[in-house]
């Protein structure tokens, strides 16, 4: 029986299949390119390999490819009648997944994982900021994910894919002397982890380590292939620690050349989200940013995202309306918030709406209610700081100095904030 790196029965009789299968999984771990034609060597080898057709299907949906990503799946179904018990409830899971049974699909994965602990995909949907954890949109998920890791890390020990997976709950709860050695093994393991050098520059960013991270990252990411999926979020990282070093210049250069909102490469969910972050931030740094810029990201919020469904996304694309001036599309998300975070969403929205008409008070008011735990919004702490830095700017905005940077002491007392809202 073929198995895959970690254990798991591959279900084909093919050797050449399952060695393409198994490249397809690692450089799929590692976020490098050639995942896709790894796997297509593989089913042209074994049609019926219905494993084949599961990473195939999570592939192309973490790309937002749906189209591809239904119909690969579909394909799975087709092929994997009669699969054993194991490969059977894997092909489950992710079908539940892509077909919108994401609460049916996260259960039967936490069940999965108790017995087969060792199986990566499934355990990487659960793992991460935007994994069903971190979108879950429940009081606490950081520490849930942290605890997913931490049960989980028996069954991998040393593996370094797994290694980046423990360091970055373990970052997100500030517990970054014990994070850092975890990702320091993770890399020593696999240096080009796309995934592995993202969660190294947020223990950078974490640690207010800006000259360090900026080094670090912009020469990791001399050879790292503009396919590959890490490629804009970790170039967004070098946007922020440019804007936060004072080269502005730089900070533009990265968002014209791997922040474009023409960037097919890019998840649309990490350009958007990305991109409007980095002009928001930019801005609250006292840094001009044009009205095209921001027009030109609520076009894309407007056709990538046109209805509200998942939080994090749409206060993104408030924030984007908002400085763009789009009335119609902000209130869209204003008065049809959806999912589990969807309370969140309107004053985020609101205090977007009232930053940009500068009315400091009251995006005070919109924004203080959101602060208690906008973990449940998904994505990092770095990501989120634009929220505790809305309220930091609105403070300074009304003569509050003061109490900007007690707050600033109490949220973020580790981070590198020297030029993070001007006047601070």
């Known amino acids: 029986m073929h198995k895959d790196p970690y254990g798991n029965p591959l279900h084909t009789q093919s050797a050449q299949a399952a060695d393409a299968y198994n490249e397809a999984l690692v ?20 049609p019926g390999f219905a494993l084949a057709w599961v990473l195939k299907a999570r592939n192309a949906q973490v790309f937002a490819r749906m189209d591809e990503a239904l119909a690969s799946i579909e394909r799975a179904r087709a092929t994997g009648q009669g699969l054993p018990a194991q490969a059977a409830a894997h092909l489950a899971i992710f079908d539940n997944l892509l077909s919108g049974r994401v609460a049916k699909g996260y259960k039967a994965a936490r069940a999965y994982l108790l017995d087969y602990p060792r199986d990566p995909l499934v355990a990487q949907s659960c793992l991460g900021v935007f994994s069903l954890i971190g979108f879950s949109g429940a009081p606490g998920r950081e520490a849930e994910h942290l605890a997913m890791a931490e049960q989980l890390a028996p069954a991998y020990g040393q593996d370094g894919w797994f290694l980046g997976q423990l360091a970055f709950a373990r970052i997100e ?36 380590q800006t000259r360090a991270g900026r080094d670090y990252l912009s020469g990791w990411m001399a050879d790292y ?3 590959g999926l890490m490629h804009g979020h970790n170039a967004w990282h070098i946007a922020l620690w440019s804007l936060a070093a004072g080269d502005v210049e730089g900070m533009w250069a990265v968002a014209d050349r791997d922040l474009a909102p023409a960037r097919d490469e890019v998840p649309p969910l990490n350009l958007m989200t990305d991109l409007a972050a980095l002009l928001w931030r930019a801005e609250m740094a006292g840094v001009a ?7 030109q990201v609520s076009d894309y919020a407007a056709r990538c995202f046109p209805d509200p469904a998942l939080g994090f996304a749409d206060i993104h694309a408030a924030l984007a309306h ?16 959806k999912g589990p975070a969807a309370d969140l969403v309107a004053p985020c929205a609101r205090a977007f709406h009232a930053m940009a008409v500068q009315d400091w008070a009251g995006a005070e008011a ?3 209610p959101v602060l208690y735990d906008h973990a449940r ?11 505790d830095y809305t309220l930091l700017t609105a403070l300074i905005r009304q003569g509050k100095g003061a109490e900007a940077q007690r707050l600033l002491a109490l949220r973020r007392p580790l981070t590198d904030t020297g030029r993070a809202v001007a006047g601070l």
């Open 289 to 295: 940013v044009c009205p095209e810029r921001w027009a």
């Open 225 to 227: 292939d503009r396919s």
């Open 366 to 368: 919109a924004i203080v």
């Open 377 to 387: 919004l998904g994505g990092s702490r770095a990501q989120r700081d634009m929220l």
């Open 322 to 337: 908002a400085m763009a001036g789009r009335e119609a599309p902000l209130h869209r998300i204003i008065e049809g918030a």
């Open 173 to 208: 709860v500030g517990q970054l002397n014990e994070a850092e050695p975890v990702i320091e093994a993770a890399m020593a393991q696999r240096p080009r982890s796309g995934h592995g050098a993202h969660v190294r520059a947020h223990l950078f960013y974490e640690a207010g």
């Open 27 to 46: 450089l799929y771990l590692d976020a490098l390119p050639g995942a896709e034609a790894a796997l297509d060597r593989a089913l042209a080898a074994d």
